[in-house]
């Protein structure tokens, strides 16, 4: 690692204006402290000791200045192994293949698309050792780890299954099968890493009863041996920067804002909040102050709006007329820009009494896909349309949204934290979609003061 450059991009990260100097000292030190044998590479920022979020402007920040690389890591469903890893989103694709697990998924950008930072190869030009880290739930038969030149032997009583094994550092990988009598006597199996990342032997067969593997490490790294069932089922990834989390950074925006999916790929998302916004009786207001003073207004209301969707870590995707599209990666935080900006909207109406701001307000969370549109990021799918036509049926200071939203319980608790008690449930029919669906809207304390 070259120190020198390190310090020097550090200095440079640091003279920033908006520069975090906790977050970049907190990083180096994590530098500093980790062992080499882990390499540099792949830093998570969950790992850094600080809220993640005051982390990760930092790393991007430290890219152009050539101080970091990015990574999108994509991870296996059920082994969590890293099937894929791309440096720019035109690279990114929908889909998935697991070599151990013998899978193919669906490359969902919320569940199992990570974002890692390595140092950038100037100043760290190591390749990086991505060690597999299995879901905590499995239940690991054997576990053997060797130096170069050395041979390590391990036993354990199995019963009959299929099971895996692999080197979590080399990634080599083989089969064990258990099956028929079950005997008493010690079955022995000698395995040996090799280079090019493969043992000698990819298959084994024994019966149910003790096993001894002996592994013999012939490279010149060190090298393992994890034994476990080969049915993994799939399990959530542990706390990390998820895609979805990372493109709703501001940050990513300002500095990587090309930074687009390919123009035919289309990216599965589990979940994203969506919000819609529109002024209320804006052709009235038009006709009433003229296109110009009207349209002044239009942009004081998008000012309120943008700064309070960026506030709460949402992402503006894009207006329409007046009307603005934003997602969140939580519900929560959706409601929180809602009110933050009718509350601005209230004190700019009391400060230009002819020029009077209020929005109505809908909001939904589900599936959608996350498309390349015009070369912007932008979202596409059912629940994008539904969450417009819950926009629609909101009257004016009203914030409207979807059963989906109703069932998540830090958005309720955050609802009546702020004082809104007024919700109520209703049956509509939402245009474009079939049969009765239900909403609920929560009307806002600002309702009854609009002039509009
Ligand atoms: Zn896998």
């Given at each position: 690692m070259n120190n020198d450059i390190l310090t020097k991009k550090l200095a440079i990260l640091k003279n920033r204006k908006s520069a975090f100097i906790p977050a970049i000292e907190a990083i180096h030190d994590w530098l500093l402290q980790t062992s080499e044998a882990l390499s540099k590479q792949n830093i998570s920022p969950v790992d850094i000791n600080l809220p993640i979020d005051k982390v990760v402007p930092e790393f991007l920040h430290g890219i152009p200045i050539g101080l970091f690389d990015l990574n999108w890591e994509v991870h296996c469903p059920h082994c969590h192994a890293i099937t894929y890893e791309y440096h720019d989103l035109s690279q990114?694709?929908?889909?998935?293949?697991?070599?151990?697990?013998?899978?193919?998924?669906?490359?969902?950008?919320?569940?199992?698309?990570?974002?890692?930072?390595?140092?950038?190869?100037?100043?760290?030009n190591r390749?990086?050792?991505?060690?597999?880290?299995?879901?905590d739930t499995t239940e690991v038969f054997i576990h053997i780890e060797t130096s170069p030149a050395e041979t390590k032997s391990a036993i354990m009583t199995f019963k009959a299954d299929t099971y895996r094994?692999?080197?979590?550092?080399?990634?080599?990988?083989?089969?064990?099968?258990?099956?028929?009598?079950?005997?008493?006597?010690?079955?022995?199996?000698?395995?040996?890493?090799?280079?090019?990342?493969?043992?000698?032997?990819?298959?084994?067969?024994?019966?149910?009863?003790?096993?001894?593997?002996n592994l013999t490490n012939s490279i010149d790294s060190p090298a393992g041996l994890v034994v476990f069932k080969d049915y993994l089922p799939q399990q959530p990834l542990p706390p990390?920067?998820?895609?979805?989390?990372?493109?709703?950074?501001?940050?990513?925006?300002?500095?990587?804002?090309?930074?687009v999916l390919s123009s035919r790929e289309q990216m599965q998302v589990a979940a994203v909040t969506t919000l819609f916004t529109d002024i209320t009786g804006s052709t009235e207001m038009y006709e009433r102050l003229g296109d110009i003073v009207a349209y002044n207004v239009v942009r004081d209301h998008f000012d309120i709006l943008f700064s309070n969707i960026e506030q709460q870590g949402g992402t503006v995707?894009?207006?329409?007329?007046?009307?603005?599209?934003?997602?969140?990666?939580?519900?929560?935080?959706?409601?929180?820009?809602?009110?933050?900006?009718?509350e601005e909207f209230e004190k700019y109406n009391k400060q230009n009494v002819d020029r009077q701001v209020n929005i109505k307000t809908g909001i939904h969370r589900g599936q959608?896909?996350?498309?390349?549109?015009?070369?912007?990021?932008?979202?596409?799918?059912?629940?994008?349309?539904k969450a417009a036509r819950i926009q629609a049926v909101a009257s004016s200071g009203e914030i409207c949204f979807s059963e989906q939203v109703y069932q998540d319980n830090n958005f309720i608790q955050t609802m009546k934290k702020i004082g809104i008690e007024n919700v109520s449930r209703h049956s509509v029919n939402l245009k474009g979609i079939d049969g009765l669906q239900t909403?609920?809207?929560?009307?806002?304390?600002?309702n009854k003061n609009t002039l509009l």
């Open positions: 990114a694709a929908s889909a998935s293949y697991c070599e151990g697990c013998k899978v193919e998924f669906e490359a969902d950008f919320a569940k199992w698309v990570n974002v890692t930072f390595s140092l950038n190869k100037e100043i760290d390749e990086p050792i991505l060690t597999c880290k299995l879901p094994y692999i080197c979590p550092l080399t990634k080599s990988r083989g089969l064990l099968t258990v099956s028929g009598e079950e005997t008493d006597e010690l079955q022995v199996f000698s395995i040996e890493q090799l280079a090019d990342n493969k043992f000698d032997i990819t298959k084994l067969q024994a019966r149910p009863g003790r096993i001894k593997i990390r920067l998820s895609g979805l989390e990372l493109i709703h950074y501001p940050e990513f925006h300002s500095l990587f804002g090309e930074q995707i894009k207006t329409i007329g007046d009307a603005v599209m934003a997602s969140f990666t939580n519900n929560r935080a959706a409601l929180i820009s809602v009110v933050n900006a009718l959608t896909i996350l498309v390349n549109l015009n070369d912007r990021l932008d979202y596409f799918g059912s629940t994008i349309n909403i609920y809207k929560a009307v806002t304390k600002f």
